[in-house]
């Protein structure tokens, strides 16, 4: 967990890896089917830190995976931007990708991270976003 924007890791030493999956979850533009400047997240970051490890340690062991790395953001995060990382380092692409979408779900499921999206107002949108009638 971490309120600073997410970069990539650089890769680390082990080449034995012939897989390696990197995941961004962004902010949309729209939440239920209105327009957002972002969305407010937060955890209790103990908690929230102990069940990710849990999650990427029983990847591995289900999926062989050689790495996982795993942040999520808190705080505000503006529409466009990576509020989640993934990196999944396995020794074949399927392995890799199964891992990857599974990760996701059971982070979904399992990790408690509250969200409040922002949404915009008239006066937020510049002139050359809106629509025209014709």
């Known amino acids: 967990m ?10 680390d030493g082990d080449f034995t890896a012939g897989a390696v ?15 957002i400047e972002g969305i407010h997240y937060e955890s209790h970051k103990k908690m929230a830190e102990h069940q990710m490890r849990l999650i990427a340690q029983a990847a591995i062991g289900k999926f062989q995976l ?30 890799a990708f199964e891992a990857s979408e599974w990760i996701v779900d059971e982070l979904k499921k399992k990790v408690t991270i509250w969200k409040k999206p922002k ?16």
């Open 2 to 11: 971490t309120g600073s924007a997410l970069q990539p890791p650089g890769r």
């Open 21 to 35: 999956v990197d995941f961004s979850g962004v902010v949309r533009k729209l939440e239920d089917g209105r327009e």
């Open 66 to 95: 050689k790495q996982v790395v795993l942040h999520h953001r808190v705080g505000f995060v503006h529409a466009g931007e990576a509020s989640l990382f993934l990196r999944v380092s396995a020794l074949h692409r399927a392995a």
């Open 119 to 134: 949404f915009r107002t008239a006066s937020h949108i510049r002139k050359d976003e809106t629509a025209t009638a014709r």
